[in-house]
């Protein structure tokens, strides 16, 4: 079955800067739109990023537009969120997914196959 597994997460400083990794095994990973989310307890997952199958194509969430870069490496079954000037907002458990529709979807409901998540917490 498919699975993804986060890492990269920690504790940082504001201004710092962090690169979340995603490794998919069990799936034709080439083929797959995959995402980026993040979610802090009591709120709605939230949209960050999506990266087309060849890696070609990104998409981002409007508030995430500028700091926040995805990518990917299919020859390692890999995605990555790469975080620049952390802010303590930015403090949330963030997942990554396969992504069935579109480069350009942002809807959760169109993901699927979610990691356990990591971690990130940025202290002021």
């Known amino acids: 079955q498919v699975q993804l597994v986060e890492s990269g997460g920690g504790l940082v400083q504001t201004g710092g800067s962090l690169r979340l990794s995603c490794t998919a095994s069990?799936?034709?990973?080439?083929?797959?739109?995959m995402g980026w989310f993040r979610q802090v307890p009591g709120k709605e997952r939230e949209f960050a990023a999506a990266?087309?199958?060849?890696?070609?194509?990104?998409y981002y969430s409007d508030s995430m537009k500028g700091r926040f870069t995805i990518s990917r490496d299919n020859d390692k079954n890999t995605v990555y969120l790469e975080i620049n000037n952390l802010k303590p907002e930015d403090t949330a458990r963030y997942y990554c997914?396969?992504?069935?529709?579109?480069?350009?979807?942002?809807?959760?409901?169109?993901?699927?196959?979610w990691g356990q998540g990591t971690q990130v917490t940025v202290s002021s």
């Open positions: 990266i087309s199958p060849s890696g070609l194509n990104t």
């Open positions: 069990g799936m034709p990973f080439s083929i797959y739109t």
């Open positions: 997914a396969v992504g069935y529709g579109g480069w350009t979807e942002k809807r959760t409901a169109e993901y699927h196959s």
